[in-house]
């Protein structure tokens, strides 16, 4: 008796639902002229501030591979989640500069 799949759906009403996340993650976007990136600056409890990059499409490996290398640029820790990228601390010039260099469209976005 073969194994059962994890995750697998049933039954959707999504008629755009795609069936194979791993053909999904296969597409990769890398628009990097026509990404318009925005940086925000959140306050966590504490007053701890987070600097959040949206707008970014790509797959996993994109996200991971732009985080990694934010990451170390700044020296800080970060992550990725619900599309959005998160590095800690209030690092929008720096991040607005690296981003620039790779060739993406970045604004601030908030106060």
Do not use: W
């Amino acid at each position: 008796m073969p194994k059962p799949e994890k995750n697998r759906i049933v039954y959707s009403t999504k008629p755009d639902l795609v069936k194979d996340q791993d053909a999904l993650d296969a597409v990769e976007i890398t628009f990097t002229g026509t990404q318009n990136l925005r940086i925000h600056l959140d306050r966590l409890g504490g007053g701890k501030c987070v600097s959040r990059i949206t707008g970014f499409k790509g797959n996993t490996a994109a996200f991971e591979e732009l985080t990694k290398f934010l990451k170390s640029s700044c020296g800080v820790g970060g992550n990725f989640k619900n599309d959005e990228i998160l590095i800690q601390g209030d690092k929008r010039d720096k991040l607005m500069e690296l981003l620039f260099k790779k060739g993406y469209l970045v604004k601030k976005s908030g106060g």
